[in-house]
């Protein structure tokens, strides 16, 4: 069974920092790429960052360069998302899910997480 679980989400202040997990199982988690999406009620989702563990290709949203940092730990099938700097516009559901090469549209993902919030206080 395909399973991507995200944690890590919880309470920061603006301008600190956490790190995401998401933890993938049921897949060879070398042959796909992992995205990372957050959204917010009545908002559409946006695509944060991705990481094609083997090519190293990752891809970030112009919103979260130089903020974020997105890993991979083939040994462990995880994908982490560093975050620093965080700003209260950060506020979001952050979602995992898996993809064949990364891509900006979020319907060639599957496996969707269940999501971990992260709310950034001012």
């Known amino acids: 069974e395909v399973q991507l679980v995200e944690s890590g989400g919880g309470l920061v202040q603006a301008g600190g920092s956490l790190r995401l997990s998401c933890a993938a199982s049921?897949?060879?988690?070398?042959?796909?790429?992992i995205g990372w999406f957050r959204q917010a009620p009545g908002k559409e989702r946006e695509g944060v960052s991705c990481i094609s563990s083997s090519s190293g290709y990752t891809y970030y949203a112009d919103s979260v360069k130089g903020r974020f940092t997105i890993s991979s730990d083939n040994a462990k099938n995880t994908v982490y998302l560093q975050m620093n700097s965080l700003n209260p516009e950060d506020t979001d559901v952050y979602y995992c899910?898996?993809?064949?090469?990364?891509?900006?549209?979020?319907?060639?993902?599957w496996g969707w997480g269940q999501g971990t919030q992260v709310t950034v206080s001012s």
């Open positions: 899910a898996a993809v064949e090469a990364c891509s900006d549209s979020y319907s060639l993902y």
């Open positions: 049921g897949f060879t988690f070398d042959d796909y790429a």
